[in-house]
């Protein structure tokens, strides 16, 4: 359980601040320095939002991989990996090589405490930032909930397409209005259609999905607990 009585420098008490209000907060901040005080904060919270809010992305993505890849041993990184719960749902379904990224040192220490991830390392994605892995080095890259404008935006895709070995896998969870933005912030989907076009990358799929289940007093429409996602699914086909 988490202690709600700790002082919060953001006002990230559930009694006054909930679940929805606090990725709110979030979603809004545009300062880098704030938002990763923020996050430090959040990973209190994390696994308590996530459950409060219906995230749906890990349960979904664990079926995905394993619709995929059948070898318990593939090398997967999860990436931008939070408090570690795919990481949790992964070892669940038998895979025993999974990696952890991610750019909050506190977020990553909870992801460490789970006891699931061969390896963690902290660092940020972006454009001309560079991931402390050598080229191909996974079977697998997922991204869940990662992908956005004021995030991780489409500029660190060409690195996160380097992680991934030919014939390897690039799976993400993302919002139905994310993959659809097509704005000088994010446009991951120009990304792909360059990448298809280049004979480099194949899209294998786009399944929809539930984002977040949602809570009781959450609108329909509501941008923020957004109900409609994608599981995105493509393979490398050369270098």
Same mark, same amino acid.
Not at 84 to 101: K, R
Not at 163 to 171: P, S
Not at 216 to 232: A, L, M
């Given at each position: 359980?988490?202690?709600?009585?700790?002082?919060?420098?953001? #006002?990230?008490?559930?009694?006054?601040?909930?679940?929805?209000?606090?990725?709110?907060?979030?979603?809004?901040?545009?300062?880098?320095?704030?938002?990763?005080?923020?996050?430090?904060?959040?990973?209190?919270?994390?696994?308590?939002?996530?459950?409060?809010?219906?995230?749906?992305?890990?349960?979904?993505?664990?079926?995905?991989?394993?619709?995929?890849?059948?070898?318990?041993?593939?090398?997967?990184?999860?990436? #931008?990996?939070?408090?570690?719960?795919?990481?949790?749902?992964?070892?669940?379904?038998?895979?025993?090589?999974?990696?952890?990224?991610?750019?909050?040192?506190?977020?990553?220490?909870?992801?460490?405490?789970?006891?699931?991830?061969?390896?963690?390392?902290?660092?940020?994605?972006?454009?001309?930032?560079?991931?402390?892995?050598?080229?191909?080095?996974?079977?697998?890259?997922?991204?869940?909930?990662?992908?956005?404008?004021?995030?991780?935006?489409?500029?660190?895709?060409?690195?996160?397409?380097?992680?991934?070995?030919? #014939?390897?896998?690039?799976?993400?969870?993302?919002?139905?209005?994310?993959?659809?933005?097509?704005?000088?912030?994010?446009?991951?989907?120009?990304?792909?259609?360059?990448?298809?076009?280049?004979?480099?990358?194949?899209?294998?799929?786009?399944?929809?999905?539930?984002?977040y289940a949602g809570t009781d007093g959450v609108d329909n429409d509501d941008r923020v607990v957004e109900r409609d996602g994608f599981i995105v699914t493509l393979r490398k086909l050369i270098n």
């Amino acid at each position: 359980m988490v202690d709600h009585t700790r002082e919060s420098e953001f #006002g990230f008490h559930q009694s006054a601040c909930p679940a929805e209000e606090r990725l709110t907060a979030l979603i809004a901040c545009k300062d880098m320095e704030k938002e990763n005080k923020m996050y430090d904060e959040w990973a209190f919270y994390y696994d308590e939002d996530m459950k409060a809010l219906g995230f749906q992305g890990y349960g979904v993505m664990g079926k995905r991989i394993s619709e995929l890849i059948g070898n318990k041993n593939a090398k997967i990184l999860d990436i #931008g990996c939070g408090t570690g719960l795919f990481g949790m749902e992964l070892h669940s379904l038998g895979y025993n090589n999974i990696h952890a990224a991610d750019g909050n040192p506190n977020i990553l220490e909870k992801s460490r405490e789970r006891g699931v991830y061969t390896e963690l390392k902290q660092f940020m994605l972006g454009s001309n930032l560079i991931a402390p892995y050598e080229d191909g080095a996974f079977d697998a890259v997922v991204a869940i909930a990662v992908l956005g404008p004021g995030a991780v935006d489409h500029t660190a895709m060409p690195e996160i397409s380097r992680l991934v070995a030919t #014939g390897g896998y690039l799976i993400l969870f993302i919002r139905k209005s994310r993959l659809e933005m097509e704005t000088e912030r994010f446009n991951v989907k120009a990304v792909f259609e360059e990448w298809v076009a280049s004979g480099k990358w194949e899209r294998l799929s786009d399944i929809s999905s539930v984002y977040y289940a949602g809570t009781d007093g959450v609108d329909n429409d509501d941008r923020v607990v957004e109900r409609d996602g994608f599981i995105v699914t493509l393979r490398k086909l050369i270098n």
